[in-house]
């Protein structure tokens, strides 16, 4: 049987053979972790901005599992998109709705604001801007869409349902509109020109009494958009200027074509819709009042298939409209809306003035829109995930933990313990 | 169809017909100068009636006081917040009158305040132009009536346009003759009419 003292030199050996292995395993966990990756995060909608900017810092995050639980920031969905593009492995799931809103100013001088939804149907939405809640829509069962028009708005435009909201950003502010009329010296052209003028239009006109007087504005040409939003003909004195007219709806103008200028060779190539005969409206009895229904009614027939009927009567189509050059052109079949107005009763006046700045809105170019875009503003949120992150992942296990890259501590304490006793053991019974 | 009807107000008080001829001369007087669609005859339109909206531009007048029926009140308000146009002339001449004392009065309860229409004003430019403003009438000048020559109308305005034109000249006498009589003048001296209807129908 062996001494002690012979026992020692062989209990070093296996210490020193044991502290090999452990620096051994210790170099494998160190490699094997290099290789296998880093820390895989799920986080809700809540918490993205916190491991984003772990991400952005500690190369130990691999990837980033979004569960949608609410809508994340536009702001959020770049920063993430940037991510993994670099590095980041980056999947997302959920239900989110589909919601998207638009905030437009209406194309008039004191023009509201139109916020158009987009939703899935049967759901209601809050409507809101920066100051308080607008309103509430619902989307039918039929339909994916609801809108609303708001007098004015601060700030941007958000629609909510539940945790999800989209956010438009604000509609840019009310240019001044201006308009040319040009039609002959009559109840057409005087109640046209009130309408417009009482709407809020800048209204310069060219109304011919007689041959070779007129009764017209000062600077009435050049005719073209730095000066005009919209020319509105409404018989067949415009002709002499129709060429520059048609080089104004080009360039971008809006042409709005009423009455016998319906009729006019030189409106041709522009019109969406040629106006049939001319039909009398309705015979009105004492106390009667007008309304677009009882008024004369060129039907407009020979419709573009470019164009879209914007309003029809019992007689026929009443309003047309199409794009031309860059610009927009409106047929009305109406005649004498004057009498609209002077007969339409309490409203009629009201009612008829803002008819005609609508129709006049319709065709007027959009100007540059100058409102700043916050960045956090994302009028479509479900589209913008899909399109910054690619489709849903049908599913995706709950994070697991990758080895660390540092050795865990009680490996180091281990080889720290087996070199002292091994160190100990010699320099006990005197070797070196 | 004719874009101008020359419509005669009828109100319940006073001689509103007194002055039978003045229609047919003025229609004759802007068919004859301008190519505006006049329909050939004038109509009579009721004060207090609907049909008063089918024509924007109404002539008034009289010798007699003028009491408007609160019916005939209400018309004459819708009718000018809709942007028709009264043209009122006194037939006495006379700012001592009981038409013009009765009639502004009744005027003022509708329109509010009449001010003096500026001589510069588009009004006498807007046809035939008139430097010097509202063309003098032969009844001015001979001194009957207030013995007055009137250098101004007064009206009232609503959104930059008048809506009301109240004249003491006496236009009603200077026009109520037939047109076939024009050819006596040297100078036509309904032309200022002309101005007064191209005024309506473009303001």
């Known amino acids: 049987m062996r001494s002690r003292a012979e026992l020692r030199p062989l209990v070093e050996w296996l210490l020193r053979a044991a502290l090999v292995a452990l620096l051994g395993v210790a170099l494998w966990r160190s490699t094997r972790a290099k290789q296998s990756g880093v820390e895989h995060r799920t986080v809700v909608t809540g918490t993205l901005r916190r491991t984003l900017e772990d991400a952005t810092r500690s190369p130990d995050i691999g990837g980033v599992d979004l569960v949608v639980d609410a809508s994340p920031s536009a702001a959020e969905l770049r920063w993430l998109a940037a991510l993994a593009r670099a590095r980041l492995t980056v999947r997302w799931r959920g ?5 998207a809103v638009a905030a437009d100013r209406v194309r008039e001088p004191q023009g509201a604001v139109g916020v158009s939804l987009a939703a899935d149907s049967g759901t209601t939405v809050a409507i ?4 308080g809640a ?7 069962r039929g339909g994916g869409g609801a809108s609303l028009r708001a007098p004015e708005v601060v700030g941007a435009v958000s629609a909510r349902q539940g945790a999800y909201v989209a956010t438009a950003p604000p509609p840019n502010g009310q240019p001044p509109r201006a308009a040319l009329v040009l039609g002959r010296a009559g109840w057409e052209s005087k109640f046209v020109l009130a309408a417009l003028g009482e709407a809020g239009w800048t209204v310069r006109a060219r109304l011919p009494a007689a041959p070779g007087v007129s009764v017209s504005d000062p600077a009435l040409l050049p005719i073209d958009t730095t000066r005009y939003d919209v020319v509105i003909a409404l018989d067949s004195t415009a002709a002499d200027l129709a060429p520059a007219v048609a080089r ?8 709005v074509i009423a009455g016998g200028a319906t009729h006019l060779d030189s409106f041709r190539a522009l019109t969406p819709a040629l106006a049939g005969v001319r039909l009398p409206g309705r015979i009105l009895l004492d106390g009667d009042t007008v309304t677009p229904a009882a008024l004369p009614l060129r039907p407009l027939g020979a419709v573009r298939t470019d164009a879209v009927v914007l309003e029809r009567q019992a007689k026929g189509l009443a309003v047309v409209a199409r794009r031309a050059g860059q610009g927009r052109v409106l047929a009305l079949g109406y005649d004498e809306s004057w009498r609209w107005r002077m007969l339409g009763g309490a409203s009629g006046a009201e009612a008829h003035r803002r008819w005609w700045s609508r129709n006049a809105g319709l065709v007027a170019p ?3 829109s100058s409102a700043p875009v916050r960045e956090s503003a994302d009028a479509a949120p479900t589209a913008t995930l899909v399109n910054v992150l690619g489709p849903p992942a049908p599913s995706f296990t709950a994070p697991r933990r990758s080895p660390s890259r540092s050795l865990p501590l009680t490996l180091l ?7 002292l006793a091994e160190t100990a053991s010699r320099r006990f019974r005197g070797a070196r | 169809m004719s874009d101008f009807v020359f419509a005669t107000a009828q109100y319940e008080s006073g001689d509103w017909d007194s002055a039978p001829l003045l229609p ?11 190519s505006i669609d006049v329909a050939p005859a004038g109509v009579i339109v009721p004060l207090s009636g609907s049909a008063l909206f089918r024509y924007p531009l109404v002539y008034l007048t009289g010798h007699l006081p003028v009491r408007f029926t609160s019916a005939e009140r209400a018309n004459l308000r819708a009718f000018a917040d809709r942007g028709g146009m009264l043209f009122v002339d006194d037939h006495n001449h006379d700012v001592d009158g009981t038409f013009h004392k009765t009639a502004t009065e009744e005027l003022r309860s509708v329109y509010g305040p009449l001010r003096e229409i ?3 004003h588009p009004l006498y430019r807007t046809f035939f132009t008139f430097p010097d403003g509202p063309p003098t009438t032969s009844h001015e000048l001979n001194g009957w009536g207030d013995n007055l020559v009137h250098k101004t109308l007064s009206g009232v305005e609503r959104g930059g346009r008048l809506s009301l034109i109240y004249s003491s000249k006496d236009y009603s006498s200077e026009w109520n003759y037939h047109p076939e009589n024009k050819r006596f003048l040297s100078v036509d001296n309904t032309r200022f009419a002309v101005n007064l209807v191209v005024y309506a129908l473009t303001r």
């Open chain 1, 366 to 368: 959009e100007h540059d």
């Open chain 1, 248 to 255: 104004f709806v080009a360039s971008g103008g809006g042409l």
């Open chain 1, 128 to 131: 809101g801007d920066s100051a």
């Open chain 1, 134 to 140: 607008l309103d509430t829509l619902h989307v039918g």
């Open chain 2, 24 to 34: 047919a001369n003025i229609i004759d007087t802007v068919a004859r100068y301008t």
């Open chain 2, 118 to 120: 500026p001589n510069t």
């Open chain 1, 413 to 419: 304490v281990l080889i720290c313990l087996v070199l």
């Open chain 1, 95 to 99: 239900a989110p709705p589909s919601l």
